[in-house]
Structures are given as structure tokens and as C-alpha cells.
């Protein structure tokens, strides 16, 4: 089936580290975003990438960094300077004019 | 400029009556507004959209209606059912990218 695949669903992060969150898309799709959803605050851009090994700041980019490398993949590492990285982290991604489609994104704690 | 504010945060509505969701907004660069539906634990799901040069669209029991003069648009759910208990979001599009609404949780009663 094709559609946005988010791994894993549940994330755990210790004091210092670094961790990736995996987006892979089998739609074909150029266009790969990364959201942020926190309760009350609705969904908030982090970085998008409109085609391979390209990529732009949303609006809270500070603390995170992604890769394109490849159109099917779009991975987000939460560095160590994002002090505030418990979230439901969202991926999605559209084709041309069309609408975005989200996958079922990864909650990230804190241990 | 980039706001769309939405309101009510939560709402409670009761089997077969109709929810009401506004949206407003500022940026007149907005050219897209969908709404999506969301369950717990899941991605939202895109659930209608509607573009600024039509002033309501309607697919089954769900209408947008678009002021543009207003710079608002609402989302009605008509016979709204339990299974509709969700958190909806609206949002605006300007260079491909999305602005959100805070999100309206909505809860259907039996």
C-alpha cells in the first residue's frame, strides 16, 4: 500500500543525546515536511524540503536538523540542544498542488 | 500575518446536531484551506478543502464556507455522529506551506 511510514511510534530520549526519527514515503511525493504538535498548540513546521538535498527552516527549526538525501526519505534527528523535545513529532508529504498527506507520527519522551 | 486563529478549542455537541468550527486569518497570500480530522494517536487525515474563489463546498455532511471579504471560513459538520468525536484542524496554505488553527476538539454524545 502506498502511504507515509513513521518509525518507530513511540520514542525515548535520555539527558544528551541525539535521535533520529525515521519518514519514508512511497508516493512519489516531492515535497516532505516535518511537524511538530504539542496539546492546545496545533501543528508547527520544523523543516520542509521541497525536492532531494534541499531543505528549509520552518518555524521552529532550533534544536533539530534533517537530511534529504533521497525523495522517499526525510529524517529528523532532535539534537541534545532542543531542551524541550517531548512531542508527537508529524511527517508529511504532498505532490505538486495536491494536499498534504500525514503519517501517523512518533511520540518522543523523555526519560 | 501568518496566524489562523481558531476557535472553540472544544466542543460538545449532541447526535444529530450540527458542529461549528471557525477559522480567521490575515495573510492574504493564502490561496488553499483544508480542514483535517484527527484521532488520538493518529496523523491528521485531510477531510475537505476548499479554494478562496468559492464561497462553500460540501461533501456529504461536511461544509466550508468561505468569507473572503472576512477573511474567515467555518467548517459544519451537519447530523453530526459519535464516530465524528475528533479534534479538527483548520489551515492555510501560502508557498506550500501549511499554517494551522490550535485545533477544536470535538465530542459527539449518543
Known amino acids: 500500500d502506498g502511504g507515509i511510514t513513521q518509525s518507530p511510534k513511540y520514542l525515548f530520549r535520555k539527558e544528551g543525546q541525539n535521535v533520529t526519527l525515521s519518514c519514508e514515503q512511497n508516493?512519489?511525493?516531492?515535497?516532505m515536511y516535518w511537524y511538530r504538535q504539542d496539546p492546545g498548540q496545533g501543528l508547527r513546521l520544523i523543516y520542509y524540503s521541497q525536492i532531494v538535498n534541499d531543505f528549509q527552516k520552518g518555524d521552529i527549526a532550533e534544536g533539530y536538523s534533517v537530511s534529504r538525501e533521497k525523495k522517499e526519505s526525510f529524517p529528523l534527528t532532535v539534537t541534545s540542544a532542543q531542551k524541550n523535545p517531548t512531542a508527537f513529532y508529524l511527517c508529511?508529504?504532498?505532490?505538486?498542488?495536491?494536499?498534504?498527506?500525514f503519517g501517523d507520527g512518533t511520540r518522543l519522551s523523555i526519560l | 500575518q501568518q496566524q489562523v486563529k481558531q476557535s472553540p478549542q472544544s466542543l460538545i455537541v449532541q447526535k444529530g446536531g450540527i458542529s461549528i468550527i471557525n477559522c480567521a486569518y490575515e495573510?492574504?497570500?493564502?490561496?488553499?484551506f483544508p480542514w483535517y480530522q484527527q484521532f488520538p494517536g493518529k496523523g491528521p487525515a485531510l477531510l475537505i478543502a476548499?479554494?478562496?474563489?468559492?464561497s462553500e463546498k460540501k461533501e456529504g455532511r461536511f461544509t466550508i464556507s468561505f468569507n473572503k471579504s472576512a477573511k474567515q471560513f467555518s467548517l459544519h459538520i451537519m447530523d453530526s455522529q459519535p464516530g465524528d468525536s475528533a479534534t479538527y484542524f483548520c489551515?492555510?496554505?501560502?508557498?506550500?506551506?501549511?499554517?494551522f488553527g490550535q485545533g477544536t476538539i470535538l465530542t459527539v454524545h449518543p
Open positions: 476548499i479554494r478562496p474563489d468559492v
Open positions: 489551515a492555510a496554505r501560502s508557498y506550500g506551506k501549511l499554517t
Open positions: 508516493l512519489n511525493h516531492d515535497a
Open positions: 495573510n492574504t497570500a493564502f490561496d488553499y
Open positions: 508529511a508529504s504532498r505532490y505538486s498542488n495536491q494536499p498534504q498527506h
